[in-house]
């Protein structure tokens, strides 16, 4: 079974700080990861796509990474912003399911 | 405009009474998912389908029924809705089952 755990469950910072949302998974059996910002009331948009043989994949302040071998990822965000303010969620294509599993998310507050 | 639409956004029905929330892309895209979203749970796969008249059981198919019968559209239906059907529900596609997932804006379900 896959099992995929986003910390910190929260977090709240102020504008203009450098921060680091983790996501970790137990089998390493996986096509890629991706990264899903979500608004409140809204839907996902996908943020970041990294393919198992990448090691990390970047847009604009957001960077993420993928060590596969040691079953996590990391969404680097920088320079924060109030606009950042979202659930960020990360979401593995596992070979076993034909599916995505998700993280239960990482609820980010920046503060102005 | 690429997108993923959903009908209806907000539903309050009471036990019992069918309905169908209905899904629609516009980016042949082959795959297509539908996910509920609870607190604490994360989202969770109902039903995919990978192509035409394919379809196939996710995580929690219990009390659904899915079709697509056209590749833009894939509806889920609720024959007979159960106050635990309550949940916040989204539609996804993507060109590939593990590719760059599109979701829809969600409908918040609420069965009384």
């Known amino acids: 079974k896959q099992e995929v755990t986003q910390i910190p469950a929260a977090l709240s910072v102020p504008e203009g700080e450098n921060l680091v949302l983790n996501c970790s998974f137990t089998?390493?059996?996986?096509?890629?990861l991706q990264w899903f910002r979500q608004d409140p009331g809204k839907g996902l948009t996908s943020l970041l796509l990294?393919?198992?043989?990448?090691r990390e994949q970047t847009s604009g302040r957001l960077n993420a990474s993928l060590d596969k071998s040691s079953g996590r990822s990391t969404l680097y965000i920088a320079a924060s912003q109030p606009g950042d303010s979202a659930t960020y969620l990360c979401?593995?294509?596992?070979?076993?399911?034909?599916?995505?599993?998700f993280g239960a998310g990482t609820i980010l507050r920046v503060k102005s | 405009e690429a997108q993923v639409t959903q009908n209806p956004r907000y539903l309050i029905t009471v036990t019992g009474k069918k309905l169908t929330v209905t899904c629609s892309q516009n980016?042949?895209?082959?795959?297509m998912s539908w996910y509920r979203q609870d607190p604490g749970l994360g989202l969770r796969q109902i039903y995919y389908?990978?192509?035409?008249?394919?379809?196939d059981k996710g995580d929690v198919p219990e009390g659904y029924k899915v079709s697509r019968k056209e590749k833009r559209n894939f509806p889920l239906i609720l024959e007979s809705p159960s106050p635990n059907q309550t949940s916040l529900y989204f539609c996804?596609?993507?060109?590939?089952?593990?590719?760059?997932?599109?979701f829809g804006p969600g409908t918040r379900l609420t069965v009384t």
């Open positions: 979401a593995l294509g596992w070979e076993y399911g034909n599916k995505l599993v």
């Open positions: 990294i393919q198992s043989s990448q």
């Open positions: 996804a596609s993507s060109s590939l089952g593990f590719n760059e997932q599109y």
């Open positions: 089998d390493s059996a996986i096509y890629n």
């Open positions: 980016m042949n895209h082959e795959y």
């Open positions: 389908s990978m192509n035409v008249e394919v379809t």
